[in-house]
């Protein structure tokens, strides 16, 4: 074992090498072929003193980069895979660029970002001393359709003595590995909670305890919020991290846990990025940061551009904005964060999955699960639906109530800005997935370039 062990190391950090120096990320194909020469190599290869794992339906990606710029801000050497795979193969990656080739690591912590349904590969070989868990939603049909599925394996493979950081507004996340030690963050009641569910998905409506009903005091968005049963005494658990948005400043969260009271400048003002900057923060703390020294580094902190940015081009604001292939609720989010904005504004959807190209899946009923009655509102001009998926978006736009004459479709991409009026004052969203990154940036650079074309002055 100890002479495959030598030799996984010794190829994969080879072929990473030379990756790098051809200009590839090198984030999954080195520790795929490791595994496959030792299959325990993630549990042989060093790893830095202290690994936090940060896992999760949505919001993984973002709060592992927040946590990662707050701790280097901070001093601290981290190793960490946020911008590639968080499969088994992409963490043995990262692993590989954050040691020597004698297997040492070279940094003082691990912030590691998890794939939830990669948490058997993973977790009982990372050592982690901090597992947070951001959400547990319904995800890709294809993947882990149901968060009952997801969570059943997080209880199954969270070693017994590792410390959770839970969403305790998720009554599916706080309930996961109930005998492990715990804390948990949650957001205080927000302008706009409702009583009622008004999402298409709504994933939590029996106590687990008695099978009655439950009883919501407040929801923010599909099972989040804060509940009770009617009949027995099952109930959301209380914060130790408890968020407020202030209110005289709109940009910034109060955080109260036992000991401090901090204040927090926003990155974003969506409720996912709030509790993204929640959970964050919470995570740093419980890491043994002080509570000044992580308020005022997350207060610095920028979101990841890869997952939301924003342009200025010929008086028209241009945002790309990710929503996620195959994924109901990100979507749903997303759509619900922009209808509520007040400019009018268009909209580009190419959430297509472009890695399944090949073996496309005919199965579309996650647009049927997705809010795009979000998108039903008087300053939402026009809706252009593109790729692979264009006339299956034009379809559930109008079961949505979207009249036809705002809705436009073409199948390439980078011809779908020529659906737009881009009238100046006006905003483009461009909503796409994590497969479609690069070419999200080059239908952006389309906007922009006719933008400033139609709009000279």
């Not at 995800?139 to 009952?148: K, L």
């Not at 106590?207 to 049963?229: F, T, V």
Request: glycine share 6%.
């Amino acid at each position: 074992m100890r002479l495959r062990y030598i030799a996984a190391l010794w190829i994969g950090k080879s072929i990473r090498t030379v990756m790098r120096l051809f200009g590839r990320n090198a984030t999954f194909l080195p520790g795929r072929i490791a595994v496959a020469i030792c299959p325990s190599f993630l549990s042989l290869i060093g790893k830095p003193p202290r690994v936090i794992a940060i896992t999760g339906t949505n919001g993984k990606t973002t709060v592992a980069n927040l946590v990662v710029n707050s701790l280097e801000a901070l001093g601290i050497s981290v190793l960490n895979n946020s911008y590639g795979s968080n499969t088994a193969t992409g963490i043995s990656c990262a692993l590989f660029a954050g040691s020597t080739w004698t297997g040492k690591p070279k940094k003082d912590v691990a912030v590691l970002e998890v794939d939830e349904r990669s948490a058997m590969h993973i977790f009982p070989h990372i050592n982690a001393e901090l597992i947070v868990v951001t959400n547990l939603f319904r995800d890709s049909i294809m993947r882990n359709a149901h968060p009952a599925y997801i969570a059943g394996i997080l209880d199954a493979n969270i070693p017994a003595n590792t410390k959770l950081l839970l969403n305790a507004d998720d009554l599916i996340t706080c309930r996961i590995a109930p005998s492990n030690p715990r804390a948990y963050f949650g957001l205080r009641q927000m302008d706009g909670d409702v009583k009622e569910c008004i999402n298409l998905i709504n994933d939590f409506q029996i106590c687990p305890k008695c099978n009655s009903e439950l009883i919501y005091d407040y929801r923010r968005y599909h099972h989040i919020g804060r509940a009770h049963c009617s009949s027995c005494d099952f109930k959301s658990p209380d914060y130790n991290y408890s968020g407020q948005i202030n209110p005289t400043d709109s940009t910034a969260l109060t955080v109260s846990d036992s000991g401090s009271s901090q204040s927090i400048k926003l990155p974003g003002d969506s409720v996912f990025n709030i509790y993204n900057t929640l959970t964050a923060y919470a995570a740093l703390c419980e890491f043994g940061i002080r509570s000044d020294e992580a308020a005022n580094a997350l207060s610095k902190a920028e979101l990841p551009k890869t997952r939301y940015n924003e342009v200025e081009a010929g008086g028209v604001r241009v945002i790309m904005h990710m929503g996620k292939e195959r994924n109901a609720l990100a979507n749903s989010r997303a759509f619900d964060y922009v209808a509520s904005r007040p400019e009018e504004k268009e909209l580009i959807l190419m959430m297509n999955g472009l890695g399944e190209a090949k073996v496309w899946s005919e199965n579309i009923c996650w647009l049927y699960d997705c809010d795009f009655e979000f998108l039903n509102k008087d300053n939402i001009t026009r809706v252009v639906s593109t790729g692979a998926r264009a006339l299956d978006y034009s379809a559930r736009l109008r079961f949505a109530g979207l009249p036809p004459e705002k809705l436009r479709y073409s199948k390439d991409e980078l011809k779908a800005p020529n659906e737009l009026i881009l009238k100046p004052g006006t905003s483009v969203y461009i909503f796409y997935g994590t497969d479609s990154i690069d070419l999200a940036y080059r239908v952006r650079d389309a906007v922009c370039k006719k933008a400033g074309e139609i709009n000279k002055p």
